[in-house]
């Protein structure tokens, strides 16, 4: 029930607990933005209630919620007037009411147009081959086993899936001859064409699996800047070579790249994998006849870039020198010359962790604190950072306030699926940070191609005349702020 409350100077909260209604976090956030562009409404939260959004409900000001979980909607903002408030309402519910999406069944001469309300309903009529799976957890477990009940690989962007039920999905794709690409699968690339978050990347040779979502992107980033290209990426999901799930996807994942003629080399990017897990399949890659290069994300490992290089000497390219990057008169002569500590906000988990190894790897008297906001603790009911930028524009403050920060350390991701102009937003937060703390030096890693739809060059002048030194390396913007917080 919707619980209007008067507070003062003529200001109405409108708080509003839906029971059981659930809705996808870019649906959600799509919501709270057409309910935020109302005239006079403020404080607008439009989320399942999650800890992490009930928390959010109180440092807006909001009294606290009874009895309220994960599978309930919550609706709060403020307004000034009665007319605003149920304007907010109409726009929320537009926001939430499907438009009717359709399909047209292959093999039609018209245009036979139904909307299908399950996944086998859906692929009983279409023969697709592939599915892109995004409901909550165990929801998302059932839609893929419908998935390959029905011949069709599963594509599960959904996280907070149980392990036990990873494998089981795996060894039943494995019976059936398909693949499961997740959970947590943010990137998929088939035939050139990206599906969930994918950069705008060329053709070319090389074809990757990928246990990293932004290891695969920034990989995929600095191929396409040295001028070769992408054929296919296989997202296996981030647990796959742990050891209770094996390896089971990336193995038949590089099968089956081994037997695409037109993939000439294959790259598997990874966080680093169980010892035991890792030697079965650089011994599985070594029998498959097609060259196969690895990129794990950890110390004693290459970097990305380095890993990217020597990528592009196999295939007979070389590396840019330098990588691309950008600054301009707004960094001149900063240093960080007060705080000691390197505060790192990412949306990719990959680039967090290289981050974390380049800046253990530096000399310097330096402490460094990096978080991973597209974790699952922090996506619960909320869209992926890389969509909405809200709980980093608010971290970006908290570390301008914060004396002991002496560089801030941000990843941007672009591409389809990603947010349409991320760096105007957190380009304006770092001005504002900046004013806070002149003497804070930023540095943003920004991951993207030439082809993306937000425009690398665009988004790269927009924040370096905010402030930030910019880079397409994600390990040499984690170089230069480790230099930038030992004072050289």
């Known amino acids: 029930m919707p619980v209007p409350v008067p507070v003062g100077g003529g200001t109405v909260e409108h708080v509003e607990v839906r029971r059981g209604e659930y809705h996808d976090s870019v649906t959600l956030m799509l919501a709270g933005r057409a309910v935020g562009g109302v005239g006079g409404v403020e404080r607008v939260l439009v989320a399942m209630a999650t800890e992490l959004n009930v928390a959010l409900l109180g440092e807006l000001g909001y009294p606290a919620l009874e009895d309220a979980g994960p599978a309930d909607l919550v609706v709060a903002f403020a307004c000034g007037s009665a007319d605003a408030e149920a304007a907010a309402l109409d726009a929320l519910a537009g926001s ?50 419908e998935s390959l009940e029905y011949g069709a ?230 869209p992926h950072p890389m969509i909405d930028n809200t709980l980093r524009l608010r971290a970006v403050a908290e570390a301008a306030a914060d004396d002991g920060v002496g560089v801030l350390l941000l990843d941007v991701v672009l591409g389809r699926g990603a947010h349409a102009d991320p760096a105007t937003e957190i380009a304006a937060a770092i001005t504002a940070a900046r004013k806070v703390r002149p003497d804070m030096a930023v540095v943003v890693s920004l991951c993207g191609t030439a082809g993306d739809p937000q425009g690398l060059a665009r988004q790269a002048e927009t924040l370096a005349e905010a402030g930030a030194w910019v880079f397409l390396s994600n390990a040499e913007a984690a170089e230069t702020a480790a230099r930038l917080a030992a004072g050289h």
């Open 96 to 145: 939430l009411t499907p438009a009717g999406s359709s399909i047209t069944a292959p093999g039609h001469a018209r245009a036979d147009r139904f909307s299908p309300r399950t996944t086998a309903a859906a692929l009983g009529r279409t023969g697709a081959t592939v599915t892109l799976i995004s409901t909550p957890g165990l929801a998302s477990v059932v839609e893929a086993m």
């Open 153 to 382: 690989s599963p594509i599960i962007f959904s996280d907070n899936v149980p392990i036990d039920c990873e494998v089981r999905l795996k060894d039943e794709a494995l019976r059936r001859g398909l693949l499961v690409m997740g959970p947590d699968c943010g990137t998929v690339v088939l035939h050139g064409t990206g599906l969930a978050f994918a950069n705008v990347t060329r053709p070319g040779p090389i074809s990757l699996v990928a246990a990293s979502g932004t290891g695969a992107q920034e990989l995929m980033a600095l191929l396409d800047a040295a001028g070769t290209g992408i054929r296919h990426c296989l997202g296996v999901g981030g647990r796959d070579l742990s050891e209770q799930v094996a390896g089971r996807s990336t193995l038949a994942a590089l099968t089956t790249l081994a037997a695409d003629e037109e993939t000439e080399l294959i790259v598997v990017v990874s966080k680093p994998p169980h010892p035991a897990v890792a030697a079965r399949i650089e011994a599985h890659a070594a029998n498959l006849g097609k060259p196969v290069h690895f990129a794990f994300v950890s110390d004693g490992h290459p970097t990305l870039t380095e890993a990217a290089e020597r990528i592009l000497t196999a295939v007979g390219r070389k590396a840019p020198a330098p990588w691309p990057q950008w600054a301009s008169a707004a960094t001149a002569g900063v240093t960080a010359s007060t705080g000691t500590t390197v505060r790192g906000l990412f949306s990719g988990g990959t680039l967090r962790s290289e981050a974390a190894v380049v800046l253990a790897r530096a000399r310097g008297r330096f402490a460094f604190d990096l978080t991973d906001f597209g974790d699952d603790a922090y996506t619960r009911g909320r």
